[in-house]
């Protein structure tokens, strides 16, 4: 018996085992691995119309035809909401704890199901099983933190009146109603679960509209929620292509969570600033590690390749650019070169491979484009810079550059692939002006053993989160703390507290006791406006706020 709701034979298939020298492995067919009738299962909880099209959805590794997907048109997202806001009455009334109890459910369901989800993932995205299984993670600490935290983020909190004793405040949160969740296709099991926890256990109802690319992982997820207690109609999901289906999400939506580009987050803001309603977005980035002259060199070089090459770079905090003081610059970029032309690449189920595909042809045809942009305009391919066919259509190898320059397209364009460029600084000012001359402001990291010297950097980097000697896990997986961007990054955060209460309409509630706020039985008002600033500045001298 599986946990799953699916029998065994309907789940994604187990894993190949890697061949016995550790080689990665090549993934030839996806059919035994994704049954028919698994995925036939998944799709009819998509909200669509009787005549609905269908798109074909690809494996990144293969090529080959994961789902013919059927599309929603705008007047199924008109009735997703319906049903979701027919549903949310019900759940917001439910205690906070019975809702957390859900999340405590659904954490330990992916988990029993792990190998199956991690297999769906793979396909869908095309990325190594270890960066498939860090999705895994980052969604288990989400619903862990919120099922635990929920409970005290929500709770009725008594404030300072403005007459101590006399005047009686409280804060009181309630759900938005239905929350719009708009998510990309690089992370379809982290960034949903850290959006959709929040959301949820707040008590709100929510209409998702996954990538195409990636609808399955976040269907196969729903499925899982139901079976931990969520009602059916609590979790929507439609599909369709961003500028079709999202702004009907958008239209209809109590508040929008989008994450995805920059030049989308913006028309989404707008959007919802024509209603209105408020909206978080989290966006591009153009990320920098930074490598002090105490750095501890072995520690920094695996930093890099984790940081640059984690989901073949398709990653928002992933690292596009790294400074290296002159004194550790040379033995730094050749440890770095020589480790990354041992990464192996490949498509198998397993954990045979350290890189894994790109995802789609554009993003391949993106990635090829600023390289030879930047090969032709001088820049140095230290490793890779190829394109893979013998692995896979969409594979390309990790790539290191040097001497690249502002006349380049990869010097302050975001990439979203396998490439990074590495240059030299002579101190630390110059270093952090240059990790700053960038429109974004997502993630950073800074090595080095002095924690004084990290924080004062930190500080004066302009980015939402700072990692000090890791690359992206410490800020990315510590759920209980807030992360998001600046600039062009984005707005708002997702995870902490700010994660769950940006679903929430706070209400404050002030009952007077005893004495009016206004003159009292005929006292004339210069008395009583002399009373008051003699009440109030008493209440400055006690340091009362």
């Not at 004194?327 to 730094?332: G, I």
Request: with cysteine; aromatic share 6%; charged share 20%.
């Amino acid at each position: 018996m599986t946990t799953s709701g699916v029998t065994p034979q309907t789940a994604p298939g187990p894993a190949p085992g890697a061949g016995a020298n550790g080689a990665a492995t090549r993934l030839e067919t996806i059919r035994p691995h994704l049954p028919r009738e698994f995925v036939a299962r998944l799709v009819e909880d998509v909200v669509v119309g009787s005549n609905a099209g269908t798109t074909p959805i690809h494996a990144p590794v293969t090529g080959e035809v994961i789902v013919e997907l059927p599309q929603s048109a705008p007047g199924d997202v008109r009735l997703a909401f319906q049903k979701a806001r027919a549903a949310q009455p019900a759940w917001a009334a439910r205690p906070v704890g019975e809702r957390a109890a859900v999340l405590r459910r659904l954490h330990d369901l992916l988990f029993d199901n792990e190998p199956h989800l991690l297999n769906l993932v793979q396909i869908e995205t095309g990325k190594a099983r270890l960066h498939a299984y860090e999705e895994l993670a980052g969604a288990a600490a989400a619903l862990r933190h919120y099922a635990a935290a929920a409970p005290g983020y929500l709770k009725t909190r008594r404030r300072a009146g403005i007459l101590p004793g006399l005047t009686k405040v409280s804060e009181v949160r309630h759900p938005k109603g239905v929350v719009g969740l708009i998510t990309p296709w690089n992370y379809p099991l982290a960034l949903v679960v850290m959006d959709i926890a929040p959301a949820l256990v707040a008590g709100n109802a929510v209409v998702h509209k996954p990538d195409n690319a990636t609808t399955l992982t976040a269907l196969y997820l729903r499925q899982f929620a139901v079976r931990a207690g969520l009602p059916q109609d609590a979790w929507q999901i439609v599909t369709g292509e961003g500028p079709v289906t999202g702004p009907a999400v958008v239209d209809h939506a109590d508040y929008v969570a989008f994450t995805g580009s920059t030049r989308t987050g913006r028309q989404v803001a707008q959007q919802a600033a024509g209603r209105l309603i408020g909206c978080s977005l989290e966006l591009g980035g153009k990320n920098s590690m930074i490598v002090f002259d105490d750095a501890d060199l072995e520690k920094a070089v695996q930093g890099a390749l984790r940081g640059c090459f984690s989901s073949a770079g398709q990653l928002c905090v992933s690292f596009e650019r790294i400074y290296v003081h002159y004194s550790l610059h040379d033995q730094f970029l050749e440890r770095f070169v020589t480790e990354t032309k041992a990464l192996r690449l490949g498509g198998g189920l397993d954990y045979g491979a350290d890189v894994g595909s790109l995802a789609s042809t554009r993003q391949l045809e993106s990635v090829t484009l600023h390289v030879e942009d930047a090969r032709a305009k001088g820049a140095k391919v230290l490793a890779g810079g190829r394109r893979r066919p013998d692995v896979g259509s969409l594979f390309y190898e990790p790539t290191i550059l040097s001497g690249v320059t502002a006349a380049m397209n990869v010097y302050a364009q975001e990439t979203f692939g396998p490439v990074v460029s590495v240059f030299g600084f002579k101190n630390e000012a110059e270093v952090l002006e240059a990790a700053n001359d960038t429109v974004y402001g997502l993630n950073a990291a800074v090595w080095t053993r002095d924690a004084k010297r990290a924080r004062e950097a930190a500080l004066r980097l302009h980015s939402g989160m700072v990692n000090v000697n890791e690359a992206y896990g410490a800020a990315f997986g510590s759920v209980a703390a807030a992360i998001g961007g600046m600039g062009d990054s984005g707005l708002g955060r997702r995870n902490g507290a700010e994660g769950i209460h940006r679903y929430t309409e706070l209400q404050t509630i002030a009952r007077q006791t005893v004495l009016p706020l206004a003159p009292w039985f005929g006292e004339s008002p210069e008395r009583y406006t002399k009373q008051l600033t003699f009440s109030l500045r008493l209440l400055k001298r006690l340091g009362l706020k």
